[in-house]
């Protein structure tokens, strides 16, 4: 929306691809930039401007833990967990960090979509995991996101074609976008 208002004359197409699916579509597609979590295998693309987040923990706002600013992996302690699929990055890091915790919890739901996942929160189905940016286009007054203090983080960057030189409207992008994610990061 920033970056609409700053260029409105300037056309936007986004196109949302599965992760697992980068590589081939960074070859197949026209685009200009990219932006996905790394680091990814995917030869000949060079990535620029990192960006390292916690993963938000997603709470029923009617949940004692919902008060909190934050939140750490004991706190799972006997709860519900909706837990993303294992082709999800934050999954292997959420499994290591629950056995290195050596907590007992449930899970009785599994979904391959962050937004599916807030959503059962919001019913008060569990608690969930989530990357930081999925929460950012969810508002809810029936989940909490807070900060999940620990070692499940995610770093993004951006991505652009082989041999084409980088606009300053990407450059321009990247920087909106890093205000953004400094000031998001500080919740």
């Known amino acids: 929306g920033r970056f609409s208002k700053k260029y409105p004359r300037i ?7 599965q992760r697992r699916e980068v590589g081939v579509a960074s070859r197949s597609m026209h685009y200009d930039m990219g932006f996905t979590a790394i680091p990814f295998d995917f030869p000949n693309l060079a990535v ?8 938000r923990a997603l709470i029923p706002t009617s949940h004692r833990l919902a008060t909190r600013r934050a939140i750490s992996i004991r706190d799972f302690e006997g709860e519900n967990l909706i ?6 990055s934050i999954r292997p890091k959420l499994e290591l960090e629950l056995l290195k915790a050596n907590i007992s919890f449930a899970s009785t739901m599994e979904t391959s ?18 990357d ?8 809810s007054d029936e989940v909490a996101n ?6 499940i983080s995610l770093t993004y960057g951006f991505f652009f074609p082989e041999r084409k030189p980088v606009s300053r409207l990407c450059e321009d992008f990247m ?4 205000d953004i994610v400094q000031a998001y990061g500080q919740n």
């Open 175 to 178: 920087l909106i976008l890093g």
């Open 48 to 55: 620029r401007r990192t960006f390292t987040m916690p993963a």
């Open 113 to 130: 979509s962050p937004i599916v996942a807030y959503k059962l929160v919001s019913q008060g189905l569990g608690l969930s995991v989530v």
């Open 146 to 151: 807070l900060r999940l203090n620990g070692d």
């Open 11 to 17: 056309k936007i197409n986004l196109q949302i691809v």
């Open 83 to 88: 837990m993303l699929t294992k082709d999800n």
């Open 132 to 139: 930081p940016f999925s929460p950012m286009v969810m508002n």
